[in-house]
């Protein structure tokens, strides 16, 4: 495996594992330029992202992931595409979701910052 991928493996886990279980682990994963698109909706910001996903009107969540990609992109960051299912306070019936990352290197880092992410539910 080369190294984008295993970037983007391991990335998905850390992110959805956090997302799970504690939505304001979310916070250092974003810096002042990530951009959030949420169904449509567009935030700027550590604060404004973080406010949004931890403002979900839903008490327990939990991601199935169903696929992944991962690709190499300009200037040392890494694209990342997640297709899946979320489950919603327990709820058997899952609703489909596709979500695309852009990892950007975090200067004089080995680790990377989510530079753009886009999320969407898939309710056809």
């Known amino acids: 495996m080369t190294d984008f991928e295993e970037i983007g ?13 504690n939505r ?8 002042e330029e ?7 909706e567009q935030f700027k910001g550590q604060e404004s992202i ?12 939990q991601h199935q992931l169903n696929d992944y990609q991962s690709h190499p992109s300009l200037q040392d960051s890494v694209l990342v ?4 299912t979320i489950f919603l306070d327990n709820n058997e019936n ?5 979500q695309v990352f852009l990892l950007a290197p975090v200067q004089g880092s080995s680790s990377y ?11 056809n």
Request: no cysteine; aromatic share 20%; proline share 0%.
């Open 34 to 40: 990530s951009m959030l698109t949420y169904n449509g």
């Open 113 to 123: 910052f989510i530079y753009n992410d886009i999320f969407s539910l898939n309710l």
């Open 24 to 31: 304001e682990g979310l916070l250092d994963l974003y810096q």
């Open 50 to 61: 973080l406010k949004k996903l931890t403002g979900l009107k839903f008490n327990s969540i």
């Open 9 to 21: 493996k391991e990335f998905l886990s850390f992110y959805y594992d956090t997302f799970d279980n």
């Open 81 to 84: 595409s997640a297709v899946g």
């Open 94 to 98: 899952g609703i489909s979701f596709s």
